[in-house]
């Protein structure tokens, strides 16, 4: 038996997710695809355009064997906790031989490279972190520049200027780079390949053509003209979605949420949320007083030092809860459970082999008593739902009510 895990988003599932999927099988040999997928929150501090179990399905669709969601804890964490969330889940899991990921440097030799130096953090790193840190730069640009200076100042010949502009410079690779230094701070066994991005590049906000990023399918989501960017059931399962009042889910939704609590919170409750430092609670307290709309908030509380995505994921964090307090006890202790969105005939199988070797709970039917390990889950979900136009599908815990998509 021969697997390969993957860490997606699917927001939504498209043709270039389709020649990800594709090469992987090829590269890797495999036999079977697990995919890590976020829930309903994404990375970059919003909702999922489309639902989870919707986005099961398009994967299991395109020949994922088995999604288990990425907590959310996970899920809506900057690059380094995503990725060891992610890598966490694949690894508890002891039957995955490989991983395989997406990069726009498409080379596994110089994102090791990149990434022992994050993981090892030499001292003359450190001290470059720490002074970009204090010069009022965000920690991503801090970091950013430390390894460039501590990688030419190395004057390592196999490394060039160019190479290391690339590889710290896209989202793509800082994420591969994370992928692989989670792998070396858990000791994994897994065995990570990567593939070169092509064509649209992450950010990309313009279609083009057959392979476009997910960025710009979300720009143009009522447009009929993303259907040459899908699959057809992936088409088919947005417009269902759509028909029903579910979709599209975006960070507007919930202005008046967000607004409402941070106007009502106090100054000691916006302070405890997770990346909140520094005194940056006084400026979304008066942010929140000031602003009419989810963006204009955003515009008045973005800095050199504090970044459109990381205030998204603090605004997301005071709905949540997710506060300092709440981060440490529970990113760093240990994987908790593993919960199961959806399977194929195959995925059924890998299910059987995983109970004999996983030694922490597999959530398939969740139930009542599931509320103790889905606790934030069941959070996030009751949240997005307030999104959705058709008041029929508001109601609460539909985490501990939803079986798992089976193909």
């Known amino acids: 038996m021969s697997v390969t895990g993957i860490i997606v988003e699917y927001n939504p599932l498209h043709n270039g997710h389709i020649y990800h999927i594709n090469k992987t099988k090829q590269i890797t040999g495999c036999q079977y695809i697990i995919a890590v997928m976020s829930g309903n929150f994404v990375q970059r501090g919003e909702p999922a355009i489309?639902?989870?179990?919707?986005?099961?399905?398009?994967?299991?669709?395109?020949?994922?064997?088995?999604?288990?969601?990425?907590?959310?804890?996970?899920?809506?964490?900057?690059?380094?906790?995503?990725?060891?969330?992610?890598?966490?889940?694949?690894?508890?899991?002891?039957?995955?031989?490989?991983?395989?990921?997406?990069?726009?440097?498409?080379?596994?030799?110089?994102?090791?490279?990149?990434?022992?130096?994050?993981y090892q953090e030499p001292e003359e790193y450190r001290l470059m972190l720490k002074k970009y840190i204090k010069s009022g730069l965000?920690?991503?640009?801090?970091?950013?520049?430390?390894?460039?200076?501590?990688?030419?100042?190395?004057?390592?010949?196999?490394?060039?200027?160019?190479?290391?502009?690339?590889?710290?410079?896209?989202?793509?690779?800082?994420?591969?780079?994370?992928?692989?230094?989670?792998?070396?701070?858990?000791?994994?066994?897994?065995?990570?390949?990567?593939?070169?991005?092509?064509?649209?590049?992450?950010?990309?906000?313009?279609?083009?053509?057959?392979?476009?990023?997910?960025?710009?399918?979300?720009?143009?989501?009522?447009?009929?003209?993303?259907?040459?960017?899908?699959?057809?059931?992936?088409?088919?399962?947005?417009?269902?979605?759509?028909?029903?009042?579910?979709?599209?889910?975006?960070i507007d939704d919930f202005s008046n949420i967000i607004l409402y609590k941070l106007r009502t919170e106090g100054l000691d409750y916006i302070s405890s949320i997770l990346?909140?430092?520094?005194?940056?609670?006084?400026?979304?307290?008066?942010?929140?007083?000031?602003?009419?709309?989810?963006n204009e908030l955003i515009k008045n509380i973005k800095s050199k030092r504090y970044t459109e995505s990381r205030i998204?994921?603090?605004?997301?964090?005071?709905?949540?809860?997710?506060?300092?307090?709440?981060?440490?006890?529970?990113?760093?202790?240990?994987?908790?459970?593993i919960r199961i969105l959806g399977f194929n005939s195959n995925g059924k199988k890998l299910l059987r082999e995983i109970k004999t070797k996983c030694n922490i709970p597999i959530i398939t039917n969740p139930s009542p008593k599931d509320s103790i390990f889905l606790d934030m889950d069941i959070r996030a979900t009751d949240l997005y739902v307030l999104g959705y136009k058709n008041i029929l599908y508001k109601y609460a815990k539909q985490d501990l009510k939803t079986p798992p998509v089976i193909i």
């Open 312 to 337: 998204k994921r603090i605004l997301i964090y005071s709905l949540l809860g997710i506060t300092k307090e709440y981060w440490k006890n529970n990113m760093n202790s240990a994987l908790k459970y």
């Open 50 to 118: 489309i639902n989870k179990w919707a986005r099961a399905r398009a994967a299991l669709l395109s020949g994922i064997d088995l999604v288990i969601e990425l907590p959310t804890i996970f899920s809506i964490s900057s690059a380094e906790g995503f990725a060891f969330g992610a890598i966490s889940v694949l690894n508890s899991l002891g039957i995955v031989d490989n991983i395989c990921f997406g990069s726009e440097v498409g080379d596994i030799d110089k994102l090791f490279y990149i990434s022992k130096i994050l």
């Open 138 to 250: 965000s920690y991503p640009a801090a970091r950013q520049y430390s390894l460039y200076k501590y990688i030419i100042d190395k004057n390592d010949v196999n490394v060039n200027t160019k190479d290391i502009e690339k590889l710290i410079n896209n989202p793509n690779n800082i994420l591969s780079i994370e992928y692989i230094k989670a792998l070396l701070t858990l000791n994994s066994n897994i065995k990570p390949y990567t593939i070169k991005r092509i064509i649209s590049s992450y950010n990309d906000e313009k279609l083009s053509g057959s392979i476009s990023s997910a960025t710009s399918i979300r720009k143009n989501f009522y447009n009929d003209i993303i259907k040459n960017s899908l699959p057809q059931y992936s088409y088919e399962i947005i417009e269902e979605e759509k028909i029903n009042g579910r979709a599209p889910i975006i």
């Open 275 to 294: 990346d909140v430092t520094e005194g940056l609670e006084y400026k979304i307290k008066k942010a929140s007083e000031d602003s009419n709309s989810i």
